[in-house]
């Protein structure tokens, strides 16, 4: 019966003062806590409020069907919404399989070699390196070679690679790993040689899981502005070919209309807005159906 | 025993010449894509590199603005530093806030819908931030920023003249902090909700309030991850482009005045302003000037890393 007469010293140990103080100060933490969330989402919700209300006067068949090649500030955007399926696409085609493999390297084969700790360290150096550096680096390797004042398109996807390709690593690292190790062993048991447990078992497994990760990797890039602005430069025309000349694209296309409005300033700021909220509608399409199917891999998988 | 048979003849064929060689290739293939990894970052600082040497080398009056490359540089990398130093030092309350909100705070049936937001904010691309920081946080900070002046005028970051349009060291700031604010928060509350539950618990049960457990067991446990996420934080803000370039009025002065029309400009904007009408030595500074930024932003991730991974032995 001793030890009740001592709780109350317990009680006050956390920070000493009267109860109601205690209280009061818990309340009034929480508050502020909350507060705060709410303060940080007010951005957000005008924003996306603001891009919503200045995108939507700007949108039109036009803005979709046309370049604005001969229209004197006037014209769509078309150009840059083929280039930038053409820009991150070649992205994608050049950061999903090296991603991949290395992903697959880092959970399958690495073991605790020197080159799995050095790869895991690297990736996470390269998820720091900012994109206007991304678009200098594929500046400078073309403009060695094919020399300066040179801009492609396809210089634009190197850029963005090396946006995406530690992304992809890590999206995909992390799925390979919940990948039950039941199933590589029951593979292995049946005398399956260690690639065909990968590409039969391991991958197919993991599908969905890697297919999230690569959709958010695009969604992360495929907005991005300064690489492009450095290496893909500015055009009015359609272009579909990475490997001849400039091609727009639909955040640097955003850029140009704000940077040089045409004769028309305000029909060229609806064309940026427009194209910003197109950019913000294929991110948050990406982004939700990504959650999607990784909500479904999950429950597959378990 | 059908089972035993097939496995009987897929280990018999399984070690003939299609298992050694398939695995083989395969293994290969994936070393392949790491060391093609390797090299690409070890690429990004050589061709910078190579790209960037014609600027060190030439004299003063052949580069731009008749400038010796370091006085070219240095009022950059201030406004660079000056510009993401407001950003962490807003973003790091509120993204710890944040994260307390929704590892502690908030009720679970809400949090995966808390935490989409969140990661939205971190989906929104940066042109899109520029938009709106110029076209509506800018407007809706002049004000503000007018009161600045009258009431906390003598110090110097408030000194004014106050900017009629916005475009300001203040608002640039004000945008990279929300930009900036889900990694950081992102990195803290992965801690966060790692806190022991012993230790919440026996806090709980000592009597203390919810406040007075999340300040003496998850603010502890955590403060390493705040530390590392606001290192993370700041290598974003340090690197980021075109919300700045789009937003800072630049006139390459070297001042503290936050609210003023006339700002330093930051390494990434100045590329992203002159680099389309360069050529010449003009493109080399700017790629000398970008590879400083590499530098900076490299030295501040890898501090970053290095606190997360001694925390993850812990």
């Known amino acids: 019966m001793a030890a009740p007469q001592e709780t109350p010293a317990l009680f006050a140990a956390p920070t000493g003062g009267p109860v109601w103080r205690r209280r009061t100060v818990n309340r009034a933490m929480t508050v502020v806590i909350a507060g705060a969330f709410a303060l940080a989402m007010l951005p957000l919700l005008s924003l996306l409020f603001e891009v919503a209300k200045r995108g939507i006067p700007g949108l039109s068949v036009e803005f979709f069907t046309e370049s604005a090649r001969g229209a004197i500030g006037g014209g769509g955007a078309a150009h840059a919404i083929v280039g930038t399926l053409v820009i991150t696409g070649v992205a994608a085609a050049i950061s999903v399989p090296i991603g991949i493999m290395a992903a697959i390297y880092l959970t399958e084969y690495g073991g605790k070699s020197r080159l799995r700790r050095a790869l895991t360290f690297f990736v996470d150096v390269m998820t720091g390196i900012p994109s206007i550096v991304a678009g200098l680096f594929a500046f400078a390797l073309f403009s060695l070679i094919f020399g300066p004042g040179i801009r492609l398109g396809v210089m634009g996807s190197v850029a963005l690679s090396v946006l995406m390709i530690p992304i992809v690593i890590r999206s995909s690292e992390e799925v390979l790993k919940i990948v039950p190790n039941q199933l590589r062993e029951a593979s292995a048991a049946l005398g399956t040689p260690k690639w065909r447990t990968i590409t039969k078992v391991v991958l197919p497994t993991a599908f969905a899981g890697l297919i999230t990760g690569v959709m958010i990797a695009l969604a992360r890039i495929i907005g991005e502005t300064a690489p492009l602005l450095v290496t893909t430069g500015v055009v009015d025309s359609i272009n579909s070919n990475p490997f001849d000349g400039r091609m727009q694209n639909l955040a640097v296309y955003a850029y140009s209309e704000y940077r040089t409005p045409g004769v028309m300033k305000e029909a060229s700021y609806d064309r940026a807005w427009a194209a910003a909220l197109t950019l913000i509608a294929i991110v948050m399409i990406l982004n939700v159906v990504a959650r999607l199917i990784y909500r479904r891999f999950k429950t597959e998988i378990r | ?314």
């Open chain 2, 1 to 314: 025993m059908d089972t035993t048979t097939n496995a009987g003849q897929l280990l018999a064929a399984a070690s003939g010449g299609e298992r050694r060689w398939g695995d083989r290739i395969f293994s290969n293939l994936s070393v392949a894509a790491g060391v093609t990894i390797l090299a690409l970052l070890a690429g990004v600082a050589l061709f910078l590199l190579i790209e960037a040497l014609p600027a060190v080398s030439a004299s003063a009056e052949r580069l731009p603005g008749g400038k010796t490359l370091v006085d070219y540089i240095a009022p950059l990398a201030f406004g660079t530093v000056l510009a993401a130093t407001i950003a962490v030092v807003l973003a790091v309350p509120l993204a710890v806030a944040v994260a307390l909100f929704i590892s502690h705070i908030a009720p679970p049936r809400i949090v995966l819908a808390l935490g989409f937001m969140v990661d939205l904010l971190a989906a929104i691309p940066s042109i899109v931030y520029g938009l709106w920081g110029i076209f509506v946080l800018g407007p809706a900070a002049v004000g503000p920023m007018e009161w600045l002046e009258a009431k906390l005028g003598f110090i110097p970051l408030f000194q004014g003249p106050a900017s009629a349009t916005g475009r300001t060291m203040l608002v640039a700031g004000l945008v990279l902090t929300v930009m900036i604010l889900p990694i950081v928060s992102a990195v803290a509350r992965e801690v966060f909700v790692q806190t022991p539950r012993k230790l919440q618990e026996g806090a709980l049960a000592l009597g203390a309030t919810r406040w007075e457990m999340i300040k003496m067991t998850v603010l502890p446990f955590g403060k390493s991850s705040i530390i590392s996420g606001a290192m993370l934080g700041l290598g974003r803000a340090l690197g980021e482009t075109m919300a700045v370039t789009i937003i800072l009025s630049v006139s390459g002065v070297v001042s503290f005045n936050l609210i003023s029309q006339s700002n330093p400009s930051t390494i990434a904007a100045n590329i992203a302003l002159d680099f389309p009408e360069s050529s010449g030595l003009a493109v080399n500074t700017l790629i000398a000037s970008g590879l400083v930024l590499f530098a900076i932003t490299l030295v501040t991730n890898l501090i970053a890393r290095a606190i997360i991974s001694r925390q993850n032995i812990q």
